[in-house]
Structures are given as C-alpha cells and as structure tokens.
Nanobody, 123 residues
Framework: QVQLVESGGGLVQAGGSLRLSCTAS????????MGWFRQAPGKEREFVAS????????FYADSVKGRFTVSRDNAVNTVYLQMNSLKPDVTTDYYC????????????????WGQGTQVTVSS
C-alpha cells in the first residue's frame, strides 16, 4: 500500500525558510511525478510545484517562482520543497501527491496524497 508522509512544517517568521519533505513507503518515488499543493480552509487545493518522473523537470506556480525549489532524492525515496523568503500569506497546510506520469497543476490528476503538514508564517 502506498503511503506518502509529509514533514518539516512548523512556525517560522516572515522572511524565514522551511524545507518540507515527502517520503514514500510502498513505492519507489523515482518512477513517479510528484506535486506539492496547499489548501487553506474553505478554499480549493492550490498547485505549488511539481517534479516530473522522466527527467526531473520542475514546474512552479507563479506566486512561488524564485523562492521555492522542488527536488528529489531517489536514494532516500523523498521529495523536498525548499521554501525561502516566506510570507504570512502562505500559511496553510501543504500536501504532496504522486502520479505515474502527470506533473502538472491539476490536483485531480494525482493519484495518491499525503496527510499534509502545516506551515505557519508569522509577521
């Protein structure tokens, strides 16, 4: 059974950094595209970044370009989201997701999801 577990969330001051991790069990992440999304209460899940399975191409939402970096370490079956220059408006829950081939921004295309990790940025 596939299980994705996010970690690394927490409380940080504005301008600070966090690195989120998404580790998989029951699955070799190198064979899958991975996405990061976030969702605030009452709002739709929002694409943040993704990394493709084929050549590790990366994609970002315009709002995070230049500040967030998605990467993967296949040796430890983990995908990361490095978040720098954090602002209070990114405070919410962050989720990782996987798909066999899709690495776009449509959350409905991803097959498996983690339980989320909370990020809080204080002003």
């Amino acid at each position: 059974q596939v299980q994705l577990v996010e970690s690394g969330g927490g409380l940080v001051q504005a301008g600070g950094s966090l690195r989120l991790s998404c580790t998989a069990s029951g699955r070799t992440l190198s064979s899958f595209s991975m996405g990061w999304f976030r969702q605030a209460p009452g709002k739709e899940r929002e694409f943040v970044a993704s990394i493709s399975w084929s050549d590790s191409s990366t994609f970002y939402a315009d709002s995070v370009k230049g500040r967030f970096t998605v990467s993967r370490d296949n040796a430890v079956n983990t995908v990361y989201l490095q978040m720098n220059s954090l602002k209070p408006d990114v405070t919410t829950d962050y989720y990782c997701a996987e798909d066999k081939v899709y690495s776009g921004s449509n959350y409905s295309q991803y097959d498996y999801w983690g339980q989320g990790t909370q990020v809080t940025v204080s002003s």
